[in-house]
């Protein structure tokens, strides 16, 4: 009997001790979850910060050199097109309100004839799209988190005739495109660098489309990175007068 009694308790003991562990190990995953998940909400918000001050910067520098003729809505001018990025992977979060953005183009017909073919960072695709460039754009697109080339389709969908504007159509989306990144901190550098003959061939891209340019998506990165040459040219561009483009009546 006493025995029994003693292993009684010791199996009930041991149960308890069990669960005990067994409590601590929770413990310690729950805390490693916690840590965890901790650190990388204050990663997250890090980054989010880090983006956010970049992209106040490459606004504010662009407001600062870029002086206007008639007052317009500041997105205008402070979208441009640095080089100097940060080699960093892109989430689609990120990248698809770009498309979202270019999808809201108008164009003749509604025909909406753009088409965009991405590869992101480390990815397969990406090496085919990188050694379409020419190694002036590969020296500094080397750090995009994306690559995309743009294509437009030639014909209306609704009656398969030879649509005039459908290149203008896509330029239309790449503006918004651009202004989308700019807004949200990243860049959009477009690029006609590259081998427009060979993109067609491995990329299998049919007579039916017209290929446009290609753009280097990604996040700014320091000028100091930049190789001398480029350095020296990572500045906002500046325009003709708005009297040299627009004419009342007819053409001078
Ligand atoms: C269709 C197109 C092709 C371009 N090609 C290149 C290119 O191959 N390499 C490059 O570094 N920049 C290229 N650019 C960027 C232009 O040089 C730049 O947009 C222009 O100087 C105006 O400057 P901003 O975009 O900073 O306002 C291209 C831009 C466009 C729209």
Not at 22 to 36: D, F, Q, R, S
Not at 108 to 115: I, L
Not at 186 to 215: C, Q, T, W
Request: net charge neutral.
């Amino acid at each position: 009997m006493q025995l029994i009694w003693y292993d009684a308790r010791s199996s009930v003991e041991t149960k308890k001790m069990n669960g005990r562990t067994m409590n601590v190990y929770k413990l310690v995953g729950l805390y490693a979850v916690v840590v965890a998940g901790g650190a990388m909400m204050v990663a997250a918000l890090a980054e989010k910060k880090d983006m956010e001050s970049k992209r106040g910067i490459l606004h504010s520098v662009a407001a600062l050199s870029r002086k206007t003729d008639f007052p317009v809505e500041p997105i205008f001018i402070e979208r441009w097109s640095p080089r100097a990025l940060s080699p960093k992977e892109i989430t689609d979060e990120e990248l698809m309100p770009l498309f979202e953005a270019a999808r809201w183009a108008p164009s003749s017909y509604n025909a909406q004839p753009w088409r965009f073919i991405y590869a992101k960072r480390g990815t397969e695709n990406w090496n085919t799209l990188f050694n379409l460039m020419v190694p002036f754009n590969q020296a500094w697109a080397c750090n995009a988190s994306a690559l995309v080339l743009m294509v437009s389709y030639k014909y209306f969908p609704h009656n398969g005739e030879f649509s005039r504007t459908h290149a203008f159509d896509a330029g239309a989306a790449w503006q918004n495109f651009a202004l989308q990144a700019s807004q949200m901190g990243l860049v959009a550098h477009g690029m006609a660098g590259f081998d427009y003959d060979r993109a067609k061939i491995e990329l299998n891209i049919s007579d039916d489309y017209e290929i446009l340019m290609m753009i280097a998506v990604g996040r700014p990165g320091n000028s100091e990175d930049l190789p001398a040459d480029l350095r020296t040219r990572e500045e906002p561009s500046i325009r003709k007068p708005v009297s040299t483009f627009a004419f009342e009546g007819k053409l001078p």
